[in-house]
């Protein structure tokens, strides 16, 4: 089938609908939505808060536990 023998240009069906791409957030190429990896740039693709990020409160609990641990194996 043509695209000349639609009637309505509504009724030709959106190519975009089926690509189960996305844009590259570092480089903007499209990328499979379920990669890992760029291939175009090499940047990682994560979801949600980065790996290397903590939350302030981990931090600070660890290093209290970790005072804590030295306080008490150096205070005996």
């Known amino acids: 089938m043509h695209d000349d023998d639609w009637d309505d240009p509504e ?3 959106d190519e975009d609908d089926d690509d189960p791409t996305i844009p590259c957030p570092a480089c903007g190429q499209p990328i499979f939505e379920d990669s890992p990896r760029c291939p ?3 940047e990682y693709l994560t979801t949600g808060v ?3 990020s903590r939350p302030p409160w981990v931090v600070l609990t660890v290093l209290v536990c970790l005072a804590l641990a030295a306080w008490w194996i150096l205070g005996r």
């Open 11 to 13: 009724d030709i069906p």
């Open 40 to 42: 175009a740039c090499g």
């Open 50 to 52: 980065a790996a290397t």
